[in-house]
Structures are given as C-alpha cells and as structure tokens.
C-alpha cells in the first residue's frame, strides 16, 4: 500500500500528458508542453503537476492550465477508475533554473578560493 501514491501519480503524469497533447483545443496547448513530475499526497487527495513549456510562454501556460483544471478533471475521471480523482494544481518545473543557479554559485565559490 505504500508504492499507491507514486502509482497514482505516475498514473495522473501519462494521463496529464495525453490529455493535453490530445484534448485540448485553446492555442496555447499547441506549444511543447512536458509534465515533469506528479507529487500526490499520501491521502491521494491533492496533486501538484509540475509542467515545463519549451518556448517563452511559461506563465500564460500556468494561467490556462490552472483555468482549464476542472475540466482536466473530468477528463481524468473517464480515463481512470479511482475513488478519488484528486484535486490538481499546476506549478512551472523550475529545477533545471535551480541547479544552473547552484553550479554558478559553487563556480563563483570556487573561483574565490583560488584567489585566496
């Protein structure tokens, strides 16, 4: 019973992604859009679906996204059979931004060391 969350939201990730390369029509959508990572609660109750938007449209992307989640909901409820379709919320995947920043930190550290 303890794999069930990441089975679930492993599960919402390939569904997510169908439906937003299948299902939705606003032009927005028609930009490359990944689902990143589905981090669910252990009560399978709530979802945070992590996207990243291959272009400069990140924010407007999170907007519709966000707009659009009920009735990705929905969608979801036809795909799968769970007792509970959880509630979802949709946040840009910024790790990749995080760990550049990190290396340029460590770098910045290192140089001074040298010149030390």
Known sequence: MAHRPEKIASLLKKVISEI???????????????????????????AIVYFRVYGDQTEEVEKALNKAKGYIKKL???????????????????????????????????????NL
Request: charged content about 40%; aromatic content about 10%; proline content about 5%.
């Open 20 to 46: 937003i390369i299948y299902e939705l029509n606003d032009p927005i959508f028609q930009q490359f859009i990944s689902i990143t990572d589905v981090k669910i609660g252990s009560d399978l109750k709530k």
């Open 76 to 114: 979801i409820g036809e795909k799968i059979i769970i007792k509970f379709i959880p509630d979802i919320e949709f946040k840009p995947d910024d790790k990749e931004e995080k760990e550049k920043r990190l290396e340029e930190l460590f770098a910045k550290i290192s140089k001074t060391k040298e």
